[in-house]
């Protein structure tokens, strides 16, 4: 079981699983006339949600998140997988710390990390300048959060 | 006679020894000999023995060893026989009543054959016909329910007839069983589903898919070289930012919006805003793409449909034909994560991959007939729960082909779901046979909340996917649809979505269009009716509270008023000249909203530190010509209360801003008496109102109050002054209170 929980989440690494999260600011962006543009963020690749998959974000209560995991926990899946990415990711590694501490040594916590590639658009506010679209790359975790079978 | 049986009959056998041993029974015996038979005494086993026709009682005790079955049968031939007929005639002459089980019999069939199971109803029938006396009839049908009798023969005539003063939609008698209807801009359109949905219908629109039959929106063709459209359009649009002109939008790719003023007027008199799609350009046509023929649709709102229509048909000389073409086809919109989702399963689409979507990204495409797959029953999509691998979608045109369009007007066979019963179908209309379950849809892709300036930040709300097709296969596509669970919306749901994503409503936030003017006379005649059907001890005492304008919003003189505070001539010229028709190019008169993008810029930058003292507007040259124009402003509550429409947009006072978020102010109470209609909005009350909240309510993404409402941007910016926080405060009052309330305000 373990061995195939760590292929999902290689499987996901690969697909640069992650997704929607907090991430308030663009961490790397390529200098661009404010002028001549105006920057509009896609949102996230939408990727597929397992039961078990959390994705952190910064607009939920973070303690409305970390119950809703330690809840998942508690109903009998012995593991989460929370993902955060850009500003979240710290959300999401407190969240697994937390849970772990609650856990009395019984949870343990396996990290993964990624990068995401996002796309923003230029929209021209001239009009003799054309629309662009440029992308960027931001970080990603990936944490599972299991208990231990002993 | 050679027998000892022969004789024997149940008749006979009381007979024997009835006299030797009647003497010694006891009770019990007698009882029984009486009631149930005598016991066949085992000893006296010689029934030949008890024949009275002998008379004799042979002392032979023993049983026969044997019987001949021939010669038993001859001596019962008689019953055997009867027997046999009985069994076969079953039960002779009966009523099919009777030959129903017990179970299943009911009182008064004979009277009502409706009550037999319907496989023996025909049969009852013809049973009760044939047992009538002479002169007797049957009871004639009784007389059809007022519902029934009412009813038209022919249901299709009688509905079109019933259209000639507000127009349906083709899903209208979908949504007349489940909606309330109202009658707006020509149509009668489902305003809410008449079950208790609003909870349902938000968590349709955030998390599964919420679908809203907007074919009232007209669609006018243009038809011409891209230059001469272009030019058609820059008369309409403002000079400096072409509308229509950029790239993408051009190519085809993308839907883009604009602003549709009336011819050469901008910065006034605004017609409102419109979406506008590009044939999309083919790999042979790209090269000389400006020369040749182009077309592009401008989907407007009903409002101002035949607004746009005329002023845009006045310019015929430019070569560019102009048509409506709304009636002949239909938009859906589905809203939500699962809107993709949704049409995938209904359509047979490969993945719409999020990411690879430009927003506004339109797709032409042929899909299946949604009846060939449907469901059995209604089923929910579930989300993707494994990565799929993107796929090129192929796009052709057929939609936009006029010709091709009038034949897809009909879906054959409408009431078939099996491929077998269409194929006949099929047959009869030959000039699509073949084609015909397949039909040419535009898909058009809808950014919910843009992430804008920073401000507010990126969400999925509000996202989903527009289906364009022929306007007869609108009730198929509507079910197929259905079917896969997207829950419908009307009218309500559309302005909970704007809200909720910080969307303009119109014509609810163009206060400065003919449409706005017209929707806001009847909403404040309404209002003021309803208000004066109450007691007075029973309604707000406006005057008492303060509230100038309880039943709409005065924008002229809330200009005005600003205008005279800041000591400049008002740009706006008095009530009234508004109204009319063709105001002439050049003089301007009547409201204006900043919808200049950079504008608006500098205005939320200006908001978001305010703190900063950037405010005066010496320091913004740009801002200096926009100073009695309105802007369209978003409100947030900063804790407690919810703005509704007509809410005062006020300035706080610096020791407002200073006592912070617990000591909200209160308005003093005005003496009682009429308001004058021409009294000074601005300073009516004792905080400077800026300007009115157009929507406001509950928002359930924020969890708190939200509105949108414009301003005045010098209000706007002497109410920045005073900020200590970074992030602007204006204060916010409704009209039936005194209470004012702490708002976030950023400009949309």
Known sequence: MPEATSKRVGDSLSNKKDKKSGEKLADTVPPMDEEEYQLRKRLPRKLPKRKNDIYVNMQSNFKGQLERAQRMLDAGSNEVFIHGLGHAINRAINIALQLKTRGLGTIEVSTNTSTVELIDDLYPEKSDVSEEVQSRNNSAVHIRVFRLSS | MSSPYKDETPGSLPGIGQQSVGRGLSRRQKFRRKHVGPPVPSHVPSPAAATPGTGATPGVTMAPRGLTVMQFMEARAVELNSLLHSAQQMHGPRHTLQSLPRHMRRRAVSHNPKRLPRRLREVGTRKMLQNLQPGQQLEKSRRPRKFYRRRAANRQESFSQRQNHVSWLHTHVWHAKRFHMVNSWGYRLPDHPCDKSVRAAYRAMCHHCLIQDISYYGCIELTGSQGNILRLLQHFTPQDTGGFGSLSSSEGRVEGTATLYRRDCFPRCALGPVTYVFRALTENSQDHSTASSRQLWLWTHPAITQDVLQELQQMSHTGVCVQSIGHELVRFRLTGQLAAATLEAALHLPPLQNETVQPGQVLSLTVVDPRLNMPSKRTKVTPLTTAADPVELKCDAVLWDADKRKMLQTPPGQNNRSGEEDTDVAGDDGSVAGDNRRVPILLVHQQGRTAQWGVTPASALGTGWDVILPAGWAMVFWLGLQYRGARAG?????????????????????????????????????????????????????????????????????????????????????????????????????????????????????????????????????????????????????????????????????????????????????????????????????????????????????????????????????????????????????????QYRFAHVTVL
């Open chain 2, 490 to 738: 009307g009218l309500r749901e559309m302005r909970r979505l704007q809200l909720e994503t910080g969307q303009l409503v119109f014509p609810d936030d163009f206060p400065d269009t003919e449409a706005y003017r017209t929707l806001h006379q009847d909403q404040a005649a309404r209002r003021g009716e309803q208000h004066d059907r109450y007691p007075p001890g029973k309604r707000p005492n406006f005057a008492k509270l303060g509230t100038a304008a309880p039943f709409h919003c005065p924008w002229d003189r809330l200009v005005e008023g600003w205008a005279q505070l800041a000591g400049t001539p008002s740009t706006g010229k008095p009530r009234g000249t508004r109204l009319a028709g063709t105001p002439s190019p050049g003089q301007p008169r009547g409201l204006c909203v900043a919808r200049d993008s950079r504008i608006r810029q500098q205005l939320s930058q200006l908001c978001r530190h305010a703190d900063q003292q950037l405010g005066r507007h010496a320091d913004r040259p740009e801002l200096v010509p926009v100073l009695s124009h309105l802007v369209v402003v978003r409100l947030r509550m900063v804790s407690r209360g919810t703005p509704v429409a007509m809410a005062m947009i006020c300035a706080p006072s610096e020791e407002d801003v200073a006592g912070g978020v617990a000591s909200s102010p209160v308005e003093p109470a005005h003496p009682e008496g009429m308001i004058s209609d021409d009294c000074d909005v601005v300073r009516h009350c004792s905080r400077l109102t800026l300007g009115y909240v157009t929507a406001g309510a509950n928002s359930l993404a924020a969890g708190q109050g939200s509105g949108v409402g414009l301003c005045v941007v010098q209000g706007l910016l002497s109410a920045l002054q005073v900020q200590q926080q970074g992030q602007a405060v204006v204060l916010v009052r409704n009209p039936n209170s005194a």
